[in-house]
């Protein structure tokens, strides 16, 4: 559905190539330019000299890693160096580690229940595919989550007192992207540019059923929350399908977007209902896509990912798994078979500690020679310690900066116009059930 003033995204046929569309994986490690390249040397020999990383071997943070800064801000070095200090200063302000490997699983339930969940599948891209119900978050629900988040001893970590306590659980739900999903998505060959790791996710958000009323109240808390994504974890999202816009949705879009910078807001693609099925399948096989939306799987918001037929012969389950289960995983080394990797789930229950193994998998991927493997994570696809997140700037607004014309290419071109459609919502003008003009769909397609 489009704006009514303007479009928010410009046009995409739904059967536009899905390697192609956002010139992937260009600007990702392994497919560089040479000003790219150069791009991150010149990252690297800033963040060492200001004490913010450790070249290593190994290095504390990865060359994926670092990428994703400098994407996130058009190859700007200065701009992306504000970023990774701001995100470490804010990781060890709040213990970010020591939350993920410490939350209480039914405080992780809780939210992962509300936000994006992992279908346990992914895009044609090998890009793990997220599904939203926007519905589940009603006002009282909402209330009580960050109630709850904010008396409740959910982990062991400490906070800075200034990230409001009640969304802090909803970061172990990031971690668990960028810590396991992404990098087990690495390790999967069956998939284009099998030699780039995944640092990206596409997201399927459903908005139907939600009325004016229920968007109205949700945006302090929705606010808050994608604006501290948006701050500390950008580059983590590739595409956005939001499906069931109501005809008011294109004044809720012009709010919706000024929480997050032009390329974040370049990769929602905002669909009518003949258009869902087609443009999903231009960019995830239907044997992925939830029957809801018009595909084969058998997937229900709400319950944990369905294992892909495709791992067979790959995941070796252990202890009686025959699927991923809730709470904290990541992936480590296993003492003794260089060639293989672990998914160890943690979290505690009922105050002690989790700590098992739940299967193994064969590495496929590492990283350059000039890192070294590590047991953190670093040579898996996957940050060293604080490595997972970035940082933005403040409250989600974008750089005016502009990258040289030589980083200019398809996914850094993004359209930063902004509408006043916001304006009627805050004014409380509009009325629902007034009918107004349909106005035509717009998929989008700009840059990612």
Excluded at 184 to 194: G, H, K, S, W, Y
Excluded at 195 to 220: H, R, Y
Aim: net charge neutral; proline share 8%; hydrophobic share 35%.
């Amino acid at each position: 559905m489009a704006s009514l003033d303007a479009p928010p995204v410009s046009r995409v046929k739904s059967s536009a190539s899905t390697a192609s569309a956002f010139n992937y994986p260009h600007g990702h490690l392994n497919s560089l330019s040479d000003q790219q390249e150069e791009a991150l040397q010149k990252f690297k020999a800033v963040l060492e000299e200001r004490g913010v990383w450790k070249r290593g071997p190994p290095p504390s943070h990865n060359d994926q890693t670092l990428l994703r800064y400098l994407r996130a801000r058009r190859w700007i070095v200065q701009d992306a160096y504000a970023q990774f200090k701001d995100t470490e200063d804010w990781r060890a302000a709040n213990e970010l580690d020591v939350l993920y490997e410490t939350i209480d699983l039914d405080a992780y339930e809780e939210s992962r229940r509300l936000y994006p969940q992992w279908t346990g599948r992914r895009d044609r891209r090998g890009i793990p595919l997220y599904v939203f119900e926007i519905r589940t978050l009603d006002n009282k629900t909402v209330a009580n989550y960050e109630k709850n988040g904010a008396k409740s001893n959910f982990s062991q970590a400490r906070s800075d007192g200034k990230t409001p306590p009640g969304l802090m659980r909803l970061f172990a739900l990031y971690e668990n992207l960028t810590r396991f999903s992404q990098p087990f998505a690495t390790q999967l060959t069956d998939r284009e540019n099998p030699a780039t790791p995944i640092t990206l996710s596409t997201n399927i958000v459903d908005v139907s059923g939600v009325g004016l009323k229920q968007f109205w109240n949700l945006k302090a808390h929705m606010q808050a929350a994608s604006q501290l994504a948006t701050a500390h974890y950008p580059e983590t999202l590739d595409r956005i399908f939001i499906i069931g816009a109501p005809f008011f949705f294109s004044t809720v879009w012009g709010w919706i977007k000024r929480w997050f910078d032009p390329i974040t807001v370049s990769k929602i693609f905002i669909l009518a209902p003949h258009e869902v099925l087609p443009t999903l399948e231009a960019f995830i096989e239907k044997r992925n896509v939830p029957k809801k939306y018009g595909g084969d799987l058998d997937y229900t918001p709400g319950q944990l990912g369905i294992p892909d037929p495709a791992w067979d012969g790959v995941v070796a389950w252990e202890a009686g798994y025959t699927s991923f289960p809730t709470g904290p995983l990541v992936w480590e080394d296993v003492d003794g078979q260089p060639g293989r990797l672990q998914c160890v789930a943690l979290g505690s229950k009922g105050g002690k500690p989790r700590r098992e193994r739940i299967c193994t998998i064969p590495r496929t991927w590492s990283p350059p020679a000039t890192e070294t493997t590590t047991a953190n994570g670093s040579a898996i696809g996957t940050p060293a310690a604080h490595a997972d997140n970035e940082a933005a700037p403040a409250a989600g607004q974008a750089t005016e900066q502009k990258s040289p014309e030589s980083f200019r290419t398809a996914d850094t071109q993004v359209d930063a116009q902004v509408d006043n459609s916001a304006d009627a919502l805050e004014k409380l003008a509009i009325d629902e059930k007034k009918p107004i003009a349909q106005p035509t769909s717009v998929p989008a397609q700009v840059a990612v």
